[in-house]
């Protein structure tokens, strides 16, 4: 029984060095366009929520928002006004997912570590959900929705990575966050919505002795790929050159 209190004991504390190393001392960089603004509007709403809304409550929202994205996107092949549905679901998500930490933070409600696991688990889910529900309407191929979502992920595990490291939280690349990529989407679905021509379009693609039919939001696809990819090697060899200072060959 001494045993087992010792071992508890030992847990906690793992958890509480854990919390002060990535969470507490992390210092946050947000400079998205939207930041100072959407920052003043989630602080307002936060205070004015009813006390029974729990910031598990909202991160059980946004994942409620990613089913919903990818529903729409899915039935998008049926009737492409559901991509109303699937913009809705991108306003019920930056709901759930924005307010979960502004919630804890405004009612003094912080759980460092349990906040930090669920919500990092929560943001990959709720993106699989997206991009494979891109993928799985006929407006891109499955495969280029796959790689958008590998880059972003591996982009995602760098923040994470660097959060313990080097205790620095990047929440937005090129002054784009999640909430202007969100916003991006909804117009991008506005106007396949509105402009036939645009989701008719399809041109023929061949390399490397493959060939295939990509359609507007597939070459839109490939192209974020590509930005996402030298994102990923820039920032990793920006990186690799701080740690390589933070830790220098001693041989």
């Known amino acids: 029984m001494v045993d087992k209190y010792r071992q508890i004991w030992f847990l906690k504390k793992i958890f509480r060095i854990f919390a002060s190393m990535e969470t507490k001392q992390a210092v946050r960089i947000q400079t998205s366009f939207l930041n100072a603004v959407e920052k003043k509007v989630l602080v307002w709403i936060a205070e004015r929520l009813p006390k029974w809304v729990s910031s598990d409550l909202l991160s059980a929202i946004g994942f409620v928002g990613a089913v919903i994205i990818a529903a729409g996107f899915v039935l998008s092949t049926r009737d492409i006004n559901f991509l109303w549905l699937a913009s809705f679901g991108l306003v019920v998500n930056w709901f759930g997912d924005s307010l ?54 591996l982009l995602t595990i760098n923040v994470s990575i660097n959060a313990h490291l080097k205790h620095e939280f990047r929440l937005t690349y090129a002054r ?20 036939k021509p645009l989701r008719e379009f399809s041109t023929n693609v061949s390399l490397l002795g493959f060939s295939a039919s990509l359609s507007a939001l597939d070459i839109v696809a490939a192209a974020i790929s590509l930005i996402l990819a030298v994102m990923l090697v820039v920032t990793m060899f920006n990186d690799l050159r701080d740690y390589d200072k933070i830790d220098p060959k001693t041989w």
């Open 100 to 153: 979960d930490g502004t919630v804890a933070r405004v009612r003094k409600h912080q759980r460092p570590v349990y906040g930090y696991y669920l919500d990092h688990m929560l943001d990959g889910i709720n993106e699989s959900l997206m991009f494979i529900g891109a993928g799985l309407s006929s407006l891109m191929h499955l495969s280029l929705a796959l790689c958008v979502l590998v880059l972003y992920l």
């Open 176 to 195: 784009l966050g999640p909430t202007e990529f969100r916003l991006i989407i909804i117009i991008v679905n506005t106007l396949f919505i509105f402009i």
